[in-house]
């Protein structure tokens, strides 16, 4: 996380403020305000339009649609700016509108020069902080907390409690009364300062103020916000404040608000004489409306809000039409707003990674036709198993080399070719031919089952309990077998055919093997490509390598200080992912005790993680209602996607990386395009969190298992297919979802009474199912 500013600024609202814009070419705006003098308006009346200029300016754009008998929007300009009715009938003075024909200038890039958002955006201070900043950094192992009491200070600047429900009741009439297309942005301030003010109420020990703040206005939140709201309101004394990680996380970051610039384009076709007038119009009086708010503030002398506003908020704008209260709502949610959009406009390469070379030798079936006929059978081409994957490279693909990957083993070559004879076997999946399901009940877990995994060839499950142990299964006649000891070992005959037979100890050979070593419940396991391990995360804040040759624990890597919730294999081998309650995902390998990259900049507690299949990102879920996407090269952040309302718990990309799907608490599973890093689908119909999500082999299909006892099958393809992103969608951050969740859900599937935490597709695209029955 960015280092976060403490520290008062010198925020004195005055009667006429000068702002200077500069425009970092990716809109947003940095504003740097000064205050040349200091003028009270305490007391004093002031006209309804406010300044002079401000008034001749008004008056002129109030004359202007009179001229075009808009006579509705005369009436609804008057109203809000207080003009009597004939006020507009006055003479204007020349100077109101030099140089634009009576429209005040604007930025080159017809900017609103003056309005609330250059001043809300990353707003450089007019004087320097008194000390110097805090570091904030996501805790984890060795590094620093931020100090609570510096991170508490700034709430001690405050004015008269009983004043405060008066300014956050004016603004929110306020607001209220703006044109539609306005409302539903210029709301999504709510939340925020009505977190920043109950908890400066509450730092400064007006607590009595502060409840009655908190039952007055809490019912206006969003219903996204009710557990955060839940967590606020036990937070009644300033020493409740202290120990409390939410607070701590509200008062570091900025909250995040995207809203248009609303750079209307006017469709006058055929009228080009009108439309610099009314380009100007729209300019003019989308400046005004924003000059009325930034008055607002200014003469009921709402410091507190303000000092919120700049401190706090970080408004990202983008050119463009306001956004509905439906896509808002959709994009709303986490801790901390929306996602930049400059977080998002890194390249990312999806594509997958050129496949060896690798010669498949005939099956028995073509060896017989040879025979038979003398001549030989020609071979069809085979696909691979993700049935997307090709020998030219994707140009979306990163560099074969850009990180170093493990070189196949003659082995692996033998289970490559294995699985493309699979897939020449394998089901083409669609809304015709659904998938058979197969679901595993671990029945009587006392012990509790808190993870479960599959093997890629669907041999071995493992499942992780709360009794601290690993527990493996075969899933086939074959049994599990231990190598035999270093002196057996010594006798047999090295250069024998079936010497991986002889090396294992049939004396050991049983169906299942239980693991011991953890200290804890375990959280999240994983099996290797290569079948020959196993990770294993627990509460006891280590990851566990597991050889399945001996049964043994090979190394314990020990980074994180606090549980960690998920651990996940590379697709191929050598490096894995962790992420815990420290917040921080530590990519590690194999044979390193230490990890290789530490990745900070969630919130709240890492609950998913998982590989992207070129191995060159990991995407991370999150408590804080995020998923991030990280650089494995290079360690940095290149996609932050918000859109849930809860935890979120389960993660999935497609077979050809281009897309991943997420599943939370909310019951929802959200789509996102991860080249553009934008939400693409919204699937509707679990009832409650979803643990598990996984892509068919060919990408077709999704399937989804939940706490509801139920696995859902969507149709991805279709989902994926309607998806149209242009420049503006690129450039805005959103699109329109459309309201098709029934028609992309292709089954339901119940369980008598198991809830489903693990989903896997075998190499012929036969759905595995797992849980524990719950009676």
Not at 252 to 258: C, D
Request: glycine share 8%; proline share 5%; net charge negative.
């Amino acid at each position: 996380m960015a280092a976060v500013q403490d520290g008062q600024l010198n925020l004195e609202v005055e009667k006429d403020i000068k702002t200077e814009i500069t425009n970092d070419g990716s809109g947003n705006i940095n504003a740097n305000s000064s205050s040349p003098g200091s003028t009270s308006s305490g007391g004093k009346s002031k006209s309804p339009a406010g300044s002079g200029e401000d008034q001749q300016t008004l008056l002129a754009v109030l004359q202007f649609l009179k001229r075009n008998k808009l006579t509705e929007s005369v009436d609804i300009l008057r109203r809000e700016a207080g003009l009597s009715a004939d006020a507009d009938d006055s003479p204007v003075s020349e100077s109101a509108g030099a140089g634009s024909g009576g429209v005040p200038s604007v930025g080159a890039d017809g900017g609103d020069a003056n309005s609330l958002l250059s001043r809300v955006s990353i707003a450089t201070p007019v004087a320097p902080p008194a000390t110097a900043p805090p570091k904030v950094v996501a805790a984890s192992g060795g590094e620093d907390q931020p100090d609570v009491n510096v991170v508490l200070s700034a709430y001690s600047q405050q004015g008269d409690p009983v004043l405060y429900p008066l300014y956050y009741n004016g603004l929110k009439k306020f607001i209220e009364s703006v044109l539609d297309c306005h409302r539903a942005e210029l709301s999504q301030v709510f939340y925020p300062l009505f977190v920043h003010m109950y908890l400066e109420l509450v730092y400064n020990n007006h607590e009595n103020e502060a409840k009655q703040f908190f039952e007055k206005f809490s019912g206006d939140q969003e219903c996204y916000y009710e557990e955060d709201l839940r967590i606020l309101s036990s937070m009644s004394k300033k020493e409740h404040m202290k120990g409390n990680e939410t607070m701590l996380d509200f008062r570091t970051s900025k909250f995040v608000l995207r809203i248009s610039r609303d750079s209307y384009q006017v469709s006058c076709l055929g009228k080009p004489e009108m439309s610099r007038s009314l380009w100007q119009l729209t300019i003019t009086y989308r400046m005004l409306s924003y000059q009325l708010l930034k008055r607002h503030l200014q003469e009921r002398q709402n410091n507190q809000i303000w000092n919120i506003i700049q401190e706090h908020l970080y408004i990202d704008i983008f050119d463009g039409m306001p956004r509905s209260k439906s896509q808002i709502d959709a994009m709303s949610g986490s801790l901390a707003g929306e996602g930049k959009r400059d977080a998002n406009k890194a390249k990312v390469f999806y594509g997958l990674l050129k496949e060896p070379e690798i010669e498949v030798p005939l099956d028995d079936e073509d060896e017989e036709a040879e025979n038979e006929e003398g001549k030989p059978k020609k071979k069809k081409p085979k696909k691979d198993s993700m049935g997307s994957k090709s020998k030219k490279q994707d140009p979306n693909a990163p560099q074969q080399t850009r990180i170093p990957l493990p070189e196949l083993k003659d082995s692996d070559k033998l289970d490559k070719i294995m699985n493309m004879k699979e897939a020449t076997k394998k089901i083409r999946l669609g809304p015709d031919n659904l998938p058979s399901i197969c679901f595993y009940s671990f029945l009587n877990a006392y012990q509790g089952l808190t993870a479960v995994d599959f093997t890629d060839d669907s041999s071995l499950i493992a499942g992780g309990f709360a009794d601290s142990t690993v527990r493996v299964w075969s899933v086939t006649p074959k049994k599990l077998r231990r190598v035999k000891s270093a002196a057996d070992l010594s006798n047999i005959d090295k250069e024998s055919d079936d010497v991986l037979e002889r090396i294992m100890d049939e004396k050991t050979a049983s169906e299942s093997k239980i693991l011991y070593g953890h200290s804890g419940p375990v959280y999240g396991i994983s099996f290797s490509p290569d079948r020959n391990y196993l990770l294993s995360s627990s509460e006891d804040g280590t990851v566990r390598l597991w050889s399945l040759q001996t049964f043994t624990c090979l190394v314990g890597y020990k980074g994180h200080n606090y549980p960690v919730w998920d651990t996940q294999f590379s697709p191929y081998g050598y490096y894995f992912i962790s992420g815990g309650h420290d917040r921080v995902a530590r990519l590690w390998a194999t044979d390193h005790y230490q990890p290789l990259r530490m990745f900070a900049g969630h919130l709240a507690d890492i609950t998913c993680t998982l590989f992207h299949p070129n191995s060159n990102y990991v995407a991370t879920g999150s408590a804080d209602r995020t998923i991030r996407l990280w650089d494995v090269l290079t360690g940095n952040c290149v996609r932050i996607l918000t859109g849930h309302k809860g935890p979120i718990h389960s993660l999935a990309f497609s077979p050809n990386g281009k897309f991943m799907a997420s599943g939370a608490t909310d019951g929802r599973v959200l789509l996102w395009d991860v080249g553009h890093g934008l939400m693409v689908g919204e699937l509707k119909g679990h009832t409650d969190t979803i643990y598990a999500l996984k892509f068919s082999r060919d990408g077709e299909i999704l399937a989804s298992g939940s706490m509801d006892n139920t696995v859902k099958l969507w149709d991805t393809l279709k989902a994926f297919d309607d998806v149209e992103l242009d420049d503006f969608t690129a450039a805005t951050g959103h699109i329109h979802l459309p309201e098709n969740s029934q028609e992309l859900l292709l089954g339901t599937y119940m369980t008598k009474s198991t809830p489903v935490i693990h989903l896997h597709f075998t190499r012929r695209n036969l759905l595995l199912a797992a849980g524990a029955y719950n009676p």
